[in-house]
Structures are given as C-alpha cells and as structure tokens.
T-cell receptor, first 114, second 110 residues
Framework: DTAVSQTPKYLVTQMGNDKSIKCEQN?????MYWYKQDSKKFLKIMFS???????INETVPNRFSPKSPDKAHLNLHINSLELGDSAVYFC?????????????FGQGTRLTVV | SQQGEEDPQALSIQEGENATMNCSYK?????LQWYRQNSGRGLVHLIL?????REKHSGRLRVTLDTSKKSSSLLITASRAADTASYFC??????????FGAGTTVTVRA
C-alpha cells in the first residue's frame, strides 16, 4: 500500500493552462506539505497544512492554490502556468505534533510547461 | 531562504569505500534529519538526530551533530552500488516546516 500517493506522475502542458495535482496519504498524519524541486535538485517548501488548515505559505504566487478537503488529502491547483513552473512537485506528510516530524514523500509529479 | 546546505555537491567513490557529506544550517533546530533520493523517486527518511544528541548510528550510517557549529555530517560506510543517490539534510525551524538544501549526489562505482 502506497503511503503518500500523488497523481499524475508526469504532466506536460502549454503555457497559460490550468492544471491540478492530487495527493493522498493513508498514514493518518495531521500535516501535509507541497515541495517544489528545481533542476538543481534544490527542494523548497511551498505550503504546509495541519488538520486542513494552512500553516505555511512560503511566498508562493497566487496562481498556486492548495486545497485540503480533509486531512488525508492536499491538492495543488495551478492557474495560468508559466515556463518557470516546470519542476518536480512533491507532496509529503508527517505527524508534526510529535515534535520530531519525519516526512513521508510521494513519488513526485514532473511538470513540464511548454 | 535556504536553511540546510550540503557539501560537497557531488561525490564519486569506489564500492566498499566510505562516503562522508556535511550539512550546515543557519538557525536553531529541534532535530536534524537526513533523507535519500534515488533518481526519479521521492525522498526517503534515513535518520533523525535530536539537538541534544551528538552522534547516532543506524546500520552503515553514522550521523554527527555539532550545534555550536550548526553542522552535521553523514557517513556511509562500506558503500554499495545501491547507495548511489542524492542525500539531503533537513532541519525544522518550526513544527510544520522541514527545510532542505540542494543535496549531495553520491555515485558509487562498481
């Protein structure tokens, strides 16, 4: 059973389009994250949610809108896609309340904007 | 801003040799973690060391932490081809954020 699953794995789309990436975790964790990994492998946090509530928004453009319908799901919708949005997006979850939050990652979504 | 920075950026070693990589960070932490990322995959947690610990072992992994220097090291002993991956340190400036660097890419040659 996959602990953190995100779909799709690959996404190729044209500039200006709107797309969504879905994420689900079956670990019972309270906290979920979206990370962006650029071509140099630098991993940057975008959003952090705890029990469906937004905790962290790391100065991400308004074109990116996360939605958490329940604590097991955190989806990412991106409007008006730009070339610079091309990257690998990772969803992750953890039990942050333990004070030693180990993150479990999905397999990533490689977004290519052409 | 980037919290953890790994050094070196890349490392190539012969199978059976040890691999050492370092991580420096900027702010105070509760814990420091190391993760591995195989090509085309998500990150996998390897080991966590708390701020009041100085050294921790897990199998062939040894992690040290020096909070006075804000640095950590990861040693992989007797490396194998399967250890070829990128390795990231992660720090937790708060409970709901793990900050990563750009990682160290390790290549183990057969």
């Amino acid at each position: 059973d996959t602990a953190v699953s995100q779909t799709p794995k690959y996404l190729v789309t044209q500039m200006g389009n709107d797309k969504s990436i879905k994420c689900e975790q079956n670990l019972g964790h309270d906290t979920m994250y979206w990370y962006k990994q650029d071509s140099k492998k630098f991993l940057k946090i975008m959003f952090s949610y705890n029990n469906k509530e937004l905790i962290i928004n790391e100065t991400v453009p308004n074109r990116f809108s996360p939605k958490s319908p329940d604590k097991a799901h955190l989806n990412l919708h991106i409007n008006s896609l730009e070339l610079g949005d091309s990257a690998v997006y990772f969803c992750a979850s953890s039990q942050a309340s333990t004070g030693a939050a180990v993150a479990f990652f999905g397999q990533g979504t490689r977004l290519t904007v052409v | 801003s980037q919290q953890g920075e790994e050094d070196p950026q890349a490392l190539s070693i012969q199978e059976g040799e040890n691999a050492t990589m370092n991580c420096s960070y900027k702010t105070s932490i509760n814990n420091l973690q190391w993760y591995r990322q195989n090509s085309g995959r998500g990150l996998v947690h390897l080991i966590l060391i708390r701020s009041n610990e100085r050294e921790k072992h897990s199998g062939r992994l040894r992690v040290t932490l020096d909070t006075s220097k804000k640095s950590s090291s990861l040693l992989i002993t007797a490396s194998r081809a399967a250890d070829t991956a990128s390795y990231f340190c992660a720090t937790d400036p708060n409970d709901y954020k793990l900050s990563f660097g750009a990682g160290t890419t390790v290549t183990v040659r057969a």
